[in-house]
């Protein structure tokens, strides 16, 4: 098998609408469908098997936690956007792919396999972090599994270890980094950075007896469940950095959700949601690629050279404003960058001072 880097190919409206009904989409929907039922109803902390394979990819999750320590912030107090130094820890991660890997699959899909990986923890350029990361880490979840390091045997210990780790070690790059939000919009109201521990959440609290939607709202359960349950984890992330005002202001779209009776309506909305505002919007999926594991033929074939630093693709038109895309929709990341709500909380710590200092666009 002839293994390739992979590239973006997603540019129009008319390429996303290819890629909506390709063999790649269906691929990768099924597999995070597929790990989303593998655990319903279960804990972070249930007892699952753990292969050797998933052991060689907690592994190399730990040893970058480590890297992060070692790597820390420069000086930046006075600012709220992303600090420097997440840019030494992306290229550590780069030029350290083949190390990272050698146990885990052949030498020949390395460069495939790997670019996936470093791509996974946010934007060099712009110091910032979403959904579309997220989908990168998936996708190499999914590679692994074509290459038959992971098989559906692994799939529980895929998303209460292996995903959950990936969540602790995210967490620790934003706090330390202050990673900006992609997009002006962050995640379309439910976090900031995050989909999928909603998603996986919602399943693993599907029977639960005690346990609602609208518990979200109750401060002592979400202390002392968030750490059993990816859901209320993420709420408890939430309530920490955005201490200015309720749930009700800050993150309207989950106080709605909470509003559902049970968790599986809750998980199904999840569900659709996910394939509308991530994997069929084009600012995101602009960022998506594809090799001979995860392959698409479709859109053209993209090199970073044509991308402007936003990572998009602009045709630039003299006296006139940019047109993305061959004149088609503006995308949402080119916009003012978004400061991040960690660095907002952390200066108003360091100042000692408990005025809410306004978020835009928050």
């Given at each position: 098998?002839?293994?390739?880097?992979?590239?973006?190919?997603i540019?129009?409206?008319?390429?996303?609408?290819?890629?909506?009904?390709?063999?790649?989409?269906?691929?990768?929907?099924?597999?995070?469908?597929?790990?989303?039922?593998?655990?319903?109803?279960?804990?972070?902390?249930?007892?699952?098997?753990?292969?050797?394979?998933?052991?060689?990819?907690?592994?190399?999750?730990?040893?970058?936690?480590?890297?992060?320590?070692?790597?820390?912030?420069?000086?930046?107090?006075?600012?709220?956007?992303?600090?420097?130094?997440?840019?030494?820890?992306?290229?550590?991660?780069?030029?350290?792919?083949?190390?990272?890997?050698?146990?885990?699959?052949?030498?020949?899909a390395?460069?495939?396999?790997?670019?996936?990986?470093?791509?996974?923890?946010?934007?060099?350029?712009?110091?910032?972090?979403?959904?579309?990361?997220?989908?990168?880490?998936?996708?190499?979840?999914?590679?692994?599994?074509?290459?038959?390091?992971?098989?559906?045997?692994?799939?529980?210990?895929?998303?209460?270890?292996?995903?959950?780790?990936?969540?602790?070690?995210?967490?620790?790059?934003?706090?330390?980094?202050?990673?900006?939000?992609?997009?002006?919009?962050?995640?379309?109201?439910?976090?900031?950075?995050?989909?999928l521990?909603?998603?996986?959440?919602?399943?693993?609290?599907?029977?639960?007896?005690?346990?609602?939607?609208?518990?979200?709202?109750?401060?002592?359960?979400?202390?002392?469940?968030?750490?059993?349950?990816?859901?209320?984890?993420?709420?408890k992330?939430?309530?920490?950095?955005?201490?200015?005002?309720?749930?009700?202001?800050?993150?309207?779209?989950?106080?709605?959700?909470?509003?559902?009776?049970?968790?599986?309506?809750?998980?199904?909305?999840m569900?659709?949601?996910?394939?509308?505002?991530?994997?069929?919007?084009?600012?995101?999926?602009?960022?998506?690629?594809?090799?001979?594991?995860?392959?698409?033929?479709?859109?053209?074939?993209?090199?970073?050279?044509?991308?402007?630093?936003?990572?998009?693709?602009?045709?630039?038109?003299?006296?006139?404003?940019?047109?993305?895309?061959?004149?088609?929709?503006?995308?949402?990341?080119?916009?003012?960058?978004?400061?991040?709500?960690?660095?907002?909380a952390a200066?108003?710590?360091?100042?000692?001072?408990?005025?809410?200092?306004?978020?835009?666009?928050?």
């Amino acid at each position: 098998m002839a293994f390739i880097i992979p590239r973006k190919r997603i540019v129009t409206k008319e390429d996303l609408d290819e890629f909506l009904t390709s063999d790649a989409y269906k691929d990768y929907i099924k597999y995070i469908e597929r790990l989303n039922n593998s655990v319903k109803n279960l804990k972070i902390d249930s007892d699952v098997e753990i292969s050797e394979n998933v052991e060689k990819v907690l592994c190399i999750l730990k040893t970058l936690l480590n890297w992060v320590k070692e790597i820390p912030p420069v000086e930046n107090s006075k600012s709220r956007f992303g600090n420097p130094s997440f840019r030494v820890f992306y290229e550590k991660v780069k030029n350290c792919i083949p190390e990272l890997h050698k146990e885990l699959v052949p030498e020949a899909a390395v460069n495939e396999v790997g670019r996936y990986f470093y791509e996974c923890f946010g934007n060099h350029k712009r110091i910032d972090y979403g959904t579309g990361h997220e989908a990168n880490f998936m996708a190499w979840l999914l590679c692994l599994e074509k290459l038959k390091v992971l098989d559906i045997s692994d799939d529980k210990a895929v998303v209460l270890r292996i995903f959950v780790k990936y969540i602790e070690l995210m967490r620790q790059l934003q706090f330390q980094y202050w990673l900006e939000p992609a997009g002006s919009h962050g995640v379309w109201g439910l976090d900031d950075y995050h989909f999928l521990p909603f998603l996986f959440g919602s399943s693993q609290l599907l029977d639960h007896k005690y346990i609602k939607p609208k518990s979200i709202h109750d401060r002592d359960i979400v202390e002392e469940f968030s750490k059993s349950y990816m859901y209320l984890a993420c709420i408890k992330f939430i309530n920490t950095v955005k201490t200015t005002a309720s749930l009700r202001w800050h993150s309207p779209m989950l106080d709605d959700i909470s509003a559902c009776k049970t968790w599986t309506k809750v998980n199904q909305g999840m569900i659709k949601m996910y394939k509308a505002e991530v994997l069929s919007k084009l600012p995101i999926m602009q960022h998506f690629m594809f090799g001979s594991l995860i392959n698409f033929q479709g859109g053209r074939p993209l090199t970073e050279e044509m991308e402007d630093e936003c990572g998009h693709v602009h045709a630039h038109v003299p006296e006139k404003k940019d047109v993305y895309a061959l004149g088609q929709e503006y995308p949402d990341c080119c916009g003012i960058p978004i400061p991040s709500a960690i660095a907002a909380a952390a200066l108003r710590n360091n100042e000692g001072s408990h005025k809410p200092r306004p978020i835009p666009f928050d």
